[in-house]
């Protein structure tokens, strides 16, 4: 089964489900315009523009400029100039310049924010990103960075699925700061139950395939790490520690039913290579080797008949 196909929901769940538009005003669909990686080794050019750009600073510190006001950057800031805002990037430090992702897009409108703008409640446009924002927000910068590199087909696409997160995750965190006595409530509950339920449903049907998390994040389209967020937050474990429960828990079915085969054959049935290491697993889960547990279900067996 394929997990992309899997995530999808059938006509009976579409009909259930009470989508709603709970950050913009219709469907949120932007128009990237481009995306690029810049070594700031010169100042830049004061100018503005009639869509939307961010910066995210990688690597280094700097200033911008921005409608006549100096701020200092570093890495992990975020550099929102919406249209018609004069900017320009400042390099303090020739030896160390920044390194930026720059994006250009359009056709966008949240919430109690003008249309194609991001509005900071402190009416700044700077955001000095935490530190598990400033994780994801990295990912996919660097994803549309190698995506331009690979020049892959679907491309751009690519980079509009990574360029919506960036801006979602953007959002919700504006959401939670604004009302912390809700964070983790009503936003997106929904839709983040019906992920890990999804993710749920895949490994059950697929653990004697080899998975990795990477893989279920690249076929749904999120990152490894909000993956992981909202596994452990949903069922109170990682994915892979699920995973692995899953496989240890059909090994010790097959080993009960008394069918014939040796431990290695056992721990391939259940996705696992390296016997060794599958055996280490049981012995940690179930306080005993597979072997033996295999030697006692079958004299107990013997004993039933």
Not at 16 to 25: E, G, I, Q
Not at 157 to 165: A, G, N, V
């Amino acid at each position: 089964m394929n997990l992309c196909a899997n995530s999808l929901a059938t006509n009976e769940e579409v009909k259930n489900m009470a989508f709603d538009y709970d950050l913009t005003y219709n469907d949120f669909n932007p128009t990237v315009f481009y995306v690029s990686k810049i070594k700031m080794t010169n100042d830049g050019v004061y100018h503005d523009h009639d869509f939307t750009e961010l910066a995210y600073i990688l690597s280094g510190k700097g200033k911008y400029l921005i409608e006549g006001k100096e701020y200092d950057v570093e890495a992990g800031d975020l550099v929102i100039c919406n249209p018609g805002v004069k900017h320009t990037h400042i390099v303090t430090n020739t030896k160390e310049p920044t390194i930026e992702f720059i994006a250009g897009f359009t056709d966008f409108h949240f919430k109690n924010m003008a249309a194609n703008s991001i509005e900071l409640k402190n009416g700044g446009c700077i955001i000095h990103t935490s530190a598990e924002l400033k994780q994801e927000l990295s990912m996919h910068c660097y994803s549309m960075i190698a995506e331009k590199e690979g020049c892959k087909v679907g491309k751009y696409f690519m980079f509009k699925t990574h360029l919506m997160q960036m801006l979602l995750l953007v959002m919700r965190e504006m959401v939670d700061n604004e009302n912390p006595e809700q964070k983790g409530c009503n936003f997106e509950s929904y839709n983040k139950s019906y992920a890990v339920n999804r993710i749920i449903t895949y490994l059950n049907e697929n653990f004697d395939q080899k998975i990795s998390l990477e893989q279920i994040a690249h076929n749904m389209y999120l990152s490894p790490v909000y993956i992981s967020k909202i596994f452990k937050e949903e069922t109170g474990e990682s994915p892979i520690n699920y995973l692995i429960k899953i496989r240890l828990d059909k090994a010790r079915e097959i080993l009960l039913s008394g069918e014939s085969g040796s431990i290695k054959s056992i721990a391939t049935q259940v996705g696992y290579d390296d016997v060794y290491h599958f055996s280490k697993l049981f012995k940690k889960y179930y306080g005993i080797s597979p072997l033996y547990y295999k030697k006692r279900a079958m004299r107990k067996n013997a004993s039933n008949q």
